[in-house]
């Protein structure tokens, strides 16, 4: 995938709502470089933007609006309109005829169904870490919570929630398995909007490092049946707070 231009900010990205009451997505943006395929550009910067937002902050439709996307990227409509299809195809979108391009919010059902794939993949990711990353690629995930101590993790709360976010991917990356990354990798992007949603309900903080804490040493370890377990329970964790207290997805 090409590189994201480095100034989308998702605070920016909402405009005035529309007449049929949604919200039109205004990502900040620079024109693209002629240099590298306009669709992909497009797509990298568009799924960004996406990424970027609270899509689950409110029930409201969130519309993306192509001609004025196609403007502020400085570019025709057309790679425009094929990276909305790609991300629709993707799950990302979807297209509502005389309407128009509107963000996908999963349900409940959708989310608990891919936190349980995801589940399964992480904690597969556990088993090959014990089995063959080096002692270095398993100290950087202790190195990832230091600054996270001593009852500061609310007082700093969207650090942490991107710390922990990095977390998961490394475990899938540190796996070496490139069949299991790519498996991965676009339904991640979809949890990682509900993980920014859920990380600051109930304790979920506290309980997350507490978790991540156990399966960093289980992984110093070579720990691999306990290691792979705690993973997975961590995952299934997150399915039962969403079963239990997510009714902003209904």
Do not use: C
């Amino acid at each position: 995938m090409p590189d994201m231009p480095d100034n989308i900010s998702a605070r920016r990205a909402f405009a005035a709502p529309s007449g049929d009451a949604a919200v039109v997505a205004r990502p900040a943006v620079v024109p693209l470089d002629v240099a590298d395929s306009f669709k992909n550009k497009a797509y990298a910067a568009l799924k960004n933007v996406i990424v970027s937002m609270d899509v689950y902050r409110s029930r409201t439709d969130i519309r993306l609006d192509e001609r004025r996307l196609a403007q502020d990227f400085g570019i025709s409509r057309t790679p425009v309109r094929e990276a909305m299809a790609q991300l629709e195809r993707e799950g990302f979108v979807r297209s509502v005829p005389r309407r128009g391009v509107y963000i996908v919010r999963k349900t409940r059902r959708e989310v608990i169904e891919m936190i349980t794939a995801w589940a399964a993949l992480e904690s597969m990711a556990a088993r090959l870490i014990t089995q063959n990353a080096s002692p270095e690629d398993i100290a950087a995930l202790r190195k990832m919570f230091a600054t996270f101590e001593n009852g500061e993790l609310r007082a700093h709360l969207d650090e942490y929630s991107e710390a922990n976010i990095e977390f998961h991917q490394t475990i899938v990356r540190l796996s070496g398995n490139g069949v299991l990354i790519s498996l991965a990798e676009n339904l991640f992007t979809h949890m990682r909007m509900i993980r920014r949603k859920t990380i600051g309900e109930k304790d979920r903080v506290e309980r997350s490092i507490r978790d991540h804490m156990n399966i960093i040493e289980a992984l110093e370890a070579r720990d691999t049946a306990r290691a792979e377990e705690l993973v997975r329970t961590h995952a299934l964790g997150l399915a039962e707070h969403v079963e239990k207290y997510a009714d902003y997805l209904d």
